[in-house]
């Protein structure tokens, strides 16, 4: 493989792990804010042991998300000096607010939340609750208003020529809210909503069938479910509007999403298929002229790829194949949630084991759609690093050999795979401790203002 394939592949791999990660956080940041609210509102202790229990899952998802992705920012440098130079103007700005106004917000306020339940009074710590949720958002936004510039560049101007060339921000809030980052952020935070509540989905459906826990269990499933219907359903219609937009402002994309070739010609709908990029058709399960249809009318039309030069089009099976496995599993995933939240109507849910038994196994269904979703956005975009501006086969650093990058590879491969397998044993265990049963004697409730302990500390410490 040559240098760019490789390190391509690098920055694909080490971003697929680390994307694992974030999305639960924000998901779940925000679960935490609904179940240590009803706390507050009820005080009911039995919404206080579940949030104790999700802020130990949160706290370990924080930890394994900011170790992986420390490597990617060094990757830039590394493999990529030519694109970091081109964008460094607009990078720089993003990512420094993220870290200014987003992690440091998130990071600061953890310690609280995992260790201040004896420290701080109820509303302080729900204060801090609200603060990490908040902040783990905000790194989203930075992120995604990053990576949108790259998708949708505005409001710069290029300084330089040739492997000087430089992009500058004429104008801040243009680059901020350029075409594609309201739609594609809103996007990716509901798509992190549905993946941290269906984290707390199959948690809850696990302890359910295993009989353990069944206060907390029946509530986080009843929570989670209602939070990912909604989620699921606004995200049908963010999705729709994505879609629309990136037909409007990245067309070979869309072409190559929907495997449309003749510009003459309705878009077609397909369910399930494949394209022959040879004689530039698909095959499988078309409903012909429906996305048009879906898109604005049976009139509307879109640009083809027969009028993308070759040398200009991303790969289109790959983009093709993974934005419809995107769309497909979400579907079935928010049919799924709509079956569950009926049985849960009508209280036919807690004895029904396959669909529970689903609901296990759906946790696993976001994540797909989200890594789908992102390796069909950034295939996508190719051949072009920054859209219509900078080659990604330019981008690359002057000086790194394949060597170099494959041997990266191979170190990152195997300490990826021990951090997951620790994350994924550290997380077992977790869940297989579950949540106390107990309700905590002498801790600070919403009648005590001064949250003074003594003895739940040693408790505390002996679990």
């Known amino acids: 493989m040559n240098v760019e394939i490789l390190a391509r592949l690098q920055f694909a791999f080490t971003t697929f792990f680390h994307y694992i990660f ?17 706390w507050l509102r009820t005080g009911n202790e039995m919404y206080k042991r579940m949030a104790h229990f999700w802020v130990k899952v949160f706290a370990l998802v924080f930890g394994i998300g900011v170790a992986s992705g420390i490597v990617l920012e060094f990757e830039f440098g590394t493999n990529w000096a030519t694109y970091s130079r081109y964008v460094g103007d607009i990078f720089g700005s993003a990512l420094a607010a993220e870290g200014v106004f987003a992690f440091f917000l998130e990071s600061g306020f953890l310690a609280i939340l995992v260790f201040g339940w004896h420290k701080v009074t109820p509303k302080w710590h729900f204060f801090s609750t609200c603060m990490v949720a908040l902040g783990s958002t905000f790194s989203a936004v930075w992120i995604v208003v990053a990576n949108s510039w790259m998708q949708t560049p505005a409001g710069f101007k290029i300084v330089g020529e040739g492997t000087t060339a430089r992009a500058e921000i004429t104008d801040f809030w243009a680059m901020v809210f350029n075409p594609s980052t309201v739609d594609r952020l809103s996007h990716t935070v509901v798509g992190a909503w549905i993946t941290g509540a269906m984290l707390v989905v199959s948690v809850s459906a696990y302890y359910v069938l295993k009989n353990r826990h069944l206060d907390i269990a029946k509530a986080g499933l009843k929570m989670g479910l209602v939070f990912a219907l909604v ?82 089009r991303p790969p289109v099976q790959l983009t093709f194949q993974m934005y419809h496995l995107m769309v497909f599993l979400g579907v079935a995933l928010t049919l799924l949630v709509v079956v569950a939240n009926v049985l849960l109507a009508t209280g036919k849910l807690w004895t029904n084991r396959a669909v529970l038994g689903m609901l296990v196994g759906a946790v696993v269904v976001p994540h797909v759609c989200n890594q789908a979703g992102w390796i069909g956005a950034e295939v996508g975009r190719q051949p072009w690093i920054v859209f219509n501006l900078l080659r990604t086969s330019d981008a690359l650093s002057k000086v790194v050999t394949a060597e170099h990058v494959l041997a990266s590879l191979v170190m990152f491969i195997v300490l990826y795979a021990l951090l997951g397998a620790l994350f994924v044993y550290l997380l077992n265990k977790r869940i297989q401790e579950g949540p106390e049963d107990a309700t905590w004697p002498e801790n600070p409730t919403l009648d005590d203002p001064t949250g003074s302990v003594k003895e739940p ?7």
């Open 22 to 38: 974030p999305p639960i956080s924000i998901g779940l940041g925000l679960m935490l804010v609904v179940m240590e609210g009803a």
């Open 457 to 463: 500390l040693l408790s505390e410490a002996k679990r």
């Open 231 to 312: 989620s699921c359903g606004l995200q049908i219609w963010l999705g729709h509007q994505s879609a629309i937009g990136v037909a409007k402002n990245q067309p070979s994309k869309f072409a190559a999403m929907e495997g449309h070739y003749d510009s003459d010609k309705p878009i077609d709908l397909t369910v399930l298929g494949a394209v022959d990029e040879q004689n530039g058709r698909v095959s499988g399960l078309t409903l012909p002229g429906l996305g048009s249809t879906l898109m604005g009318g049976p009139d509307v039309r879109a640009t083809g790829l027969t009028d993308i030069p070759a040398r200009d």
